[in-house]
């Protein structure tokens, strides 16, 4: 089979295409991309030990035992697209087709691999997920529940390490001059400059990413994202200023969890697929919109990690200026917040004040109730 570095989602792979198909540029046969470097199955192999090494993590399902519940398992084509979205173009049928042409030799001696449903059996074992899971026991909601109600300061259920090793790959740089946004609810006189940076250690309110009385400041990429972020009402007054870094910073992007490459060198297929739901799970209970009825009580888990994060060092130096995560308040839009350590590594360059003068509502249906006949 012959396909392009366009078929596939993942960037390492699509690098090894590039490379492999410098010299065979054409129209791809299954996205019918024009002038893409081509990968020929039947006469290129740079790909077939990296997916060997990938479909191995997989057993067939119906010879699973122990504790692994009833009915586990999904054809490896699923696998794919759901845990690895290696391939988000392309049917099943010719995923299915693709990875036997990438992997002739192992479907020769374990057809079972690609026909039948498969799982991974560490995914199941407890000793292997004490040690490798980010989570000891594999369960977000055990690890809120005891840093909620149980342990709040010396829970035994991270591995920090693990935590420390991805954070390793989906670091980001921002340069000098990066501009970024923050907005505060205010009267039509709006805040000075000086009123517009972090409140002063003591000050802060609990957040997503601070507990109360530790410094922090949260800002939003642009305007828009800024101002859905303070959720302001209609004819409400908002400060806004623009703050600019003084200096180049380093943070964990955790909006770049799902681009994390299985195929990244020192990075171990299985230890891969048990933390990646965990780490995305951290992405959206840090991006989650928040309501005014919530407790403070739900910022304790993201705050337990972030801190961590704070805490990390290199040769006696922090390793992180802070976190981005995804913004959630602007709907259909790509927008990222930052949680910044240190506020003194902006300078606020503009405010401007801001009337909002029409608010449009996007309402989603979470429950319908029909009143009995005969009640007002």
Known sequence: MVFCEHCV?????????????????????????????LYNTEAQSELTSYFEELIGIYSPANSAEGDVPAGVG???????????????ALSNETVKDLLIAICPDLYENSPELFDS?????????????ETWSLLKNNDWDSFVKEIK???RYHSKQVNFDVLEKYCSFIRKTYKAGTAFFRARISDEQGYPPEKMSAPPEGKSAEGRANARGITCLYVADSLDTALHEVRAGIFDYVTVAKLVLKQDITIVDLSAISNISPFIDNL??????VNRPHLERLNKEMSRPLRRSDSTLDYVPTQYIVDFIKS???NGQQEYDGIEYTSTATAGSSGYNLAVFNPDLFACSSVTVYNIEDLQYVPKRVEHFEAEEGTE
């Open 312 to 314: 990390i060092e290199h």
């Open 74 to 88: 999904k054809f490896l084509t699923d696998e794919m697209h759901s845990r690895w979205n290696l391939f988000p």
């Open 149 to 151: 109600t149980k342990n």
């Open 268 to 273: 171990d297929y299985l230890s891969h697929a």
């Open 9 to 37: 989602g993942d960037r390492e792979i699509a690098s090894i295409i590039q490379s492999a198909g410098a010299k065979s540029v054409g129209c791809c046969q299954l996205c019918k991309t024009d002038d893409v470097c």
């Open 117 to 129: 449903p498969v799982y991974i059996p560490e995914l199941y074992d407890t000793s292997y997920l």
